[in-house]
């Protein structure tokens, strides 16, 4: 374990938390690794990095990172521009031939790193997941690159043309991973190795999926739930998969990259850095128009009163984080060998939540909501205890079923905003009625008005 003083962080906070999250999304290890400008302050493997036989994680597992391969990939491109050797504004087919059928302009090279090309989705990445993770069982798997080019020709015509919109495309980064290797004559793999990972002293991260099956290395079992139980799986092992969410890395690495990052010591122009990670076109609004900015393999989001410039992915049997505020120079890095229940990244923002003392509820509205709802869950009556109602909740819904002599009936309910004070809550119904529920939260009770019907908290779900 790596510990040290810094004044920005709390170790045993951190570790606590670290902990909690395990239990909370059944996962079995996660390793965290901390940066605090260019020095990583804290770095541990929590619970294990495979269950038969037990062996414990560290701060030098190594996990499939999924999509956070991708600010690597996108600085492995911006090399080559800081090189003249391409431009940002470059049709991709000019390089490799890709998208030359594709309707309205050409697509750019600047458009695969934002995920602006108008390309929605077509599902590479998971193709190529559920093969290895199913076997036989699967049978839409891509057999190498003729076919991936075949089946992404076959796309083209679905190409969004009515303005600017952030849809997010694996197979661009793909497709960016076979530009690299036009360009330079060079496989992508050793590209990346050779001008990023080596230089930044990165020494135990690959593409080379084989070095998880080498137990001298420390390296993760990836792991999938089903039937209530966790099974061992592989990782893809496809070139295809390489430039999206190809890179296996140890925490204390990807430290290294954050760091490298933070004093902006990469092979690339300060000014290209810089725009990488403050975009000035494409985001995604999520739930209460909190803004999700996507850069070059980035993506920004407020952070308290900074701005967290990272970047998460999960493989479905593994997952992984790595960001870092933008002023405070705090940095952190998360590596998990299993999907939690929640994407790697918001784990990741939790933990650094925690040891900068920020409320986690104003980033992650999924844990604003979850705090709501638990509050207010319980068994509601009514004035004179004619009509009763039970407040629940499921995997995605709060519910609420409400009952009088008249008949009983049930809800699905949809918070009207992430702000954790608000108890305001709606219902669409099919015949397009729409009805508000309130719930008015004191400090040691619970009203709920439903209509023009008032209904007190009279007990708990478990009571």
């Not at 590209?191 to 230089?199: A, I």
Request: glycine share 8%; with cysteine; hydrophobic share 35%.
């Amino acid at each position: 374990m790596v510990a040290k003083e810094a004044a920005t962080t709390d170790i045993e906070r951190l570790e606590q938390k670290a902990e909690e999250l395990l239990t909370e999304q059944n996962c079995p290890g996660i390793s965290v690794a901390v940066v605090d400008g260019t020095e990583t302050v804290f770095a541990d493997g929590f619970g294990k990095r495979q269950l038969d036989p037990e062996k414990s994680a560290s701060q030098d597992t190594l996990y499939g990172i999924g999509s956070s391969t991708k600010p690597i990939t996108a600085t492995a491109v911006m090399t080559l521009v800081d090189d003249g050797k391409i431009s940002l504004d470059d049709a991709v087919s000019s390089y490799v031939p890709y998208f030359e059928d594709a309707p309205g302009e050409p697509i750019r090279v600047r458009e695969l790193l934002l995920h602006t090309s108008g390309m929605p989705s077509d599902d590479v990445a998971t193709i190529t997941l559920m093969d290895t993770i199913l076997g036989d069982e699967f049978d839409d798997s891509l057999d190498g690159w003729e076919e991936f080019r075949e089946y992404v020709d076959g796309s083209v015509e679905r190409r969004r043309l009515d303005g600017d919109r952030c849809l997010y495309y694996n197979s661009g980064y793909i497709v960016l991973s076979r530009l690299v290797e036009a360009v330079t004559d060079t496989p992508f793999a050793e590209y990346v190795e050779t001008t990023l990972l080596e230089p930044l002293g990165m020494d135990r991260s690959t593409f080379d999926v084989g070095v998880l099956n080498d137990d001298m290395h420390d390296t993760m079992t990836p792991y999938y739930e089903k039937d209530d139980k966790m099974h061992s799986v592989g990782l893809p092992d496809d070139p295809l998969f390489e430039g999206p969410g190809g890179l296996q890395a140890p925490m204390t690495d990807l430290a290294k990259f954050i760091a490298a990052w933070n004093e902006r010591d990469i092979p690339v122009d300060n000014n290209l850095a810089t725009e990488m990670v403050e975009p000035d076109e494409a985001f995604r609004t999520f739930l209460d128009g909190t803004e999700i900015g996507y850069g070059y393999g980035w993506m920004t989001r407020s952070f308290g009163d900074d701005v967290l410039i990272g970047h998460g992915g999960g493989t479905g049997v593994s997952g992984g984080y790595l960001g870092f505020l933008k002023d405070r120079r705090l940095g952190i890095a998360l590596g998990c060998n299993a999907e939690p229940d929640i994407r790697p990244e918001l784990l990741a923002i939790e933990l650094l939540a925690e040891i900068t003392e920020t409320e986690p509820e104003a980033m992650l509205p999924k844990r604003a909501i979850e705090q709501k709802e638990r509050r207010v869950t319980g068994e509601y009556a009514a004035y004179g205890g004619l009509q009763e109602a039970t407040v629940s909740r499921t995997d995605e819904f709060l519910e609420i079923e409400y009952s009088s002599p008249m008949g009983a009936e049930s809800m699905r309910l949809m918070p009207a905003s992430i702000d954790p004070h608000d108890y305001t809550f709606r219902v669409a119904k099919r015949s397009g009625k729409r009805t508000t529920v309130e719930f008015f939260v004191e400090d040691d009770s619970v009203e709920l008005l439903i209509k023009r019907n008032l209904y007190e908290r009279v007990g708990d779900l478990d009571d």
